[in-house]
């Protein structure tokens, strides 16, 4: 891409200037508010700690969750700071506000390779507005914090990729005022999903799976016309079975897509495979009794959970000589130790292909916390990428405004 990345900025020279970071560590929280899972923070280290350990003064942009009426202490990245501080191996300032009079005293105060972390970014409702007069304001307050756009002052690093098929403030208004660059995190990720585009080697396998057919629409029909299969499992194969005229009992359906999902079973038939048995359940819980039966006949009031170990066997023969594979969204419940055995299996399948060479991509927050959680090794996949819905929107054609942004 023609962008200019971290390279050149440290090429540049940052010692001493004010340099934004959008970093995406939009971690998942327990009910305690612990971090159950860092992998987003450990991935935004890397241009942190370059620009830190060149003297920049790191001023980063962050959201966590989606707050909905201004600032919620439950929704405080102070956790985060912390976290990130103890990966980074050095203290990490929380601001107490975003663009307000806290974060700028902090900013003003910091040294070279000092560190501030401003709060979660969404606290302020600009981030997000449809107005673009309201994000330009939050937006030059950012800069404001990093010196401003002229002489020595200011860079911006667009590094959150969860973040970028946003227009936000502080993924793309700011960029329109500051010298920008691509972090390390983001190009490598549009690396990846520019090689998943133009130079797949076949045979290319995509496996869908997550809970909604409508969310993924647009990249199957996308995918449909370039992959030589397309494995489709998790809650959204049972809108596809109900289109082939298959009762599907209580399982997740999305009625208003069987039409759809008619019609990309007519085009790509030969192409889209769907599971041939499902394991269901009476109820949606950990401790539902499993029973696997064959995909056309799910009992009636019963729920399907995940697929059958007949699918896992089909996919895994399917996916055995792939030399692409791109993943997003899990096979079954995978939550549920029950019903993460499908999810488990085709993973398996993955890993498999990539030890033979072959090239795999993992999409997905929660496929690559199923990664995570299912004790498989991160290093067995090509790439697993930070950002699900980035990665998706990549893969269907469209423009990411925060990339857009970049290479102007
Ligand atoms: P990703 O974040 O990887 O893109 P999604 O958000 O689309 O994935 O979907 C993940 C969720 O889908 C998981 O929480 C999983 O429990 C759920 N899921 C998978 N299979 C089923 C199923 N058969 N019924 C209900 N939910 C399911
Ligand atoms: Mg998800």
């Not at 403030?169 to 983001?186: E, F, I, K, N, R």
Request: hydrophobic fraction near 40%; aromatic fraction near 4%.
């Amino acid at each position: 891409m023609a962008v200019k990345t971290l390279d050149d900025l440290l090429a540049d020279g940052v010692e001493g200037r004010g340099v934004l970071v959008r970093s995406d560590l939009n971690v998942p929280l327990d009910d305690e508010g612990h971090i159950t899972d860092p992998g987003r923070i450990i991935a935004s280290v890397p241009t942190l700690k370059a620009l830190s350990d060149a003297g920049a003064k790191v001023v980063v942009a962050a959201h966590l969750g989606r707050p909905k009426d201004g600032p919620d202490p439950k929704l405080s990245l102070a956790p985060v700071a912390a976290a990130l501080g103890e990966q980074l191996g050095r203290h990490v300032q929380l601001a107490g506000d975003v663009v307000g009079t806290d974060a700028l005293a902090r900013a003003e105060g910091l040294t070279d390779g000092d560190v501030l972390l401003l709060e979660n970014i969404r606290f302020d409702p600009r981030e997000t507005s449809k107005d673009e007069a309201e994000r330009l304001a939050l937006a030059k307050g950012l800069v404001e914090l990093v010196g401003g756009p002229d002489g020595s002052g200011g860079a911006f690093v667009s590094d959150g990729f969860g973040v970028v098929h946003r227009k936000q403030a502080s993924v793309y208004d700011v960029a329109t005022l500051l010298p920008h660059y691509a972090g390390t995190l983001v190009a490598a990720e549009v690396k990846v999903l520019e090689q998943l585009t133009t130079s797949s080697e076949r045979p290319y396998a995509v496996v869908l799976g997550g809970s909604k057919v409508s969310d993924k629409l647009a990249v199957i029909e996308n995918l449909a016309s370039k992959a030589d299969s397309l494995i489709i499992g998790g809650g959204m194969c049972f809108t596809f079975l109900a289109a082939q005229g298959v009762p599907v009992g209580t399982s997740l359906l999305q009625e208003e897509m069987i039409d759809t999902c008619k019609k990309l079973l007519e085009d790509y038939g030969d192409v889209i495979h769907l599971p041939v048995d499902i394991v269901v359940a009476e109820k949606f819980a950990a401790d539902a009794t499993p029973e696997t039966v064959d995909a056309d006949r799910i009992p009636e009031g019963k729920m399907g959970l995940d697929i059958g170990p007949g699918s896992v066997e089909r996919f895994t023969t399917l996916l055995s000589n792939a030399r692409t594979v791109f993943w997003n969204g899990p096979m079954g419940v995978f939550e549920f130790p029950s019903f993460a055995a499908g999810t488990k299996g085709v993973a398996e399948a993955i890993i498999g292909a990539t030890a033979k060479g072959g090239f795999s991509v993992v999409g997905g927050g929660d496929s690559a916390a199923a990664v995570r959680q299912l004790g498989l090794p991160e290093d067995g996949f090509s790439h697993i990428s930070t950002g699900g819905g980035a990665s998706l929107e990549y893969l269907e054609g469209k423009e990411l405004p925060g990339i857009a942004i970049l290479e102007s």
